[in-house]
Each structure stands twice: as structure tokens, then as C-alpha cells.
Nanobody
Framework: QVQVVESGGGLVQAGGSLRLSCAAS????????TGWFRQASGKKREVVAA????????YYTDSVKGRFTIARNNTKNTVYLQMNSLKPEDTAVYYC???????????????????WGQGTQVTVSS
């Protein structure tokens, strides 16, 4: 199995930036898909972005396209979510999730992910 731990959340003003990190440990020698999800207070959890093991394919929900970038460094066993031009509506707990899959497989569906981090709070003030 693989364990993932998020970090990098915090409080930022609208228009600012944050970089979230998802550090993996355990059986990191196998390829795994990684996604970022978020859940705002009173809202359902939604996908933010996802990236396949190879890094060749990514997914972004429409609301973050052009502002967020997902990337991975498999040497460091870390996936990043660079968040720019943050808006108050981006405020949520952000979760990293992983699932073993072929190097080119990509999924934006939370039900396909088995391993989840504890979440990191991102708060964007107006």
C-alpha cells in the first residue's frame, strides 16, 4: 500500500498563491495515479485535479483551469498542486488521494481512489 500526506495549506488573500504537496511513502515503487480533491464547508467533495504516474496526462475541473497546475516528481515521491490567483471560493479542505494503476491511467472519480491523506486546510480571504 501507499500512504499520502498533504502539506502546504494555509491562509492566503484573494489573488495569492499556495503550493500543496502530497508526499507518498510505502510501496512507491509501483505506479500510482494521484488526484487532488477538495471539500468546502457544507459542500460535497469534488475533484480538483489529477495526474497519471507518467505525468503525461492531467485533469482539471473547469473552475481551476488556468489557475492551478498539478505536477509530480516521482524521484521525490511527491505530487504538487500549484494554486495561483486564488479566490475565496477555493476555500476548502484539500485532500490528496492515490490509487495503483498503470503509468498512463487517469481518473477524476473519487470512488476510484483507495488511499487518502488527512487533508490540509486552504482558506482564501477576500
Amino acid at each position: 500500500q501507499v500512504q499520502v500526506v498533504e502539506s502546504g495549506g494555509g491562509l492566503v488573500q484573494a489573488g495569492g498563491s499556495l503550493r500543496l504537496s502530497c508526499a507518498a511513502s510505502g510501496r512507491t515503487y509501483r505506479s500510482y495515479l494521484t488526484g487532488w480533491f477538495r471539500q468546502a464547508s457544507g459542500k460535497k467533495r469534488e475533484v480538483v485535479a489529477a495526474i497519471n504516474w507518467s505525468g503525461s496526462n492531467t485533469y482539471y475541473t473547469d473552475s481551476v483551469k488556468g489557475r492551478f497546475t498539478i505536477a509530480r516528481n516521482n524521484t521525490k515521491n511527491t505530487v504538487y498542486l500549484q494554486m495561483n490567483s486564488l479566490k475565496p471560493e477555493d476555500t476548502a479542505v484539500y485532500y490528496c488521494a492515490a490509487e495503483y494503476a498503470g503509468p498512463d491511467y487517469l481518473s477524476s472519480q473519487s470512488r476510484e481512489y483507495t488511499y487518502w491523506g488527512q487533508g490540509t486546510q486552504v482558506t482564501v480571504s477576500s
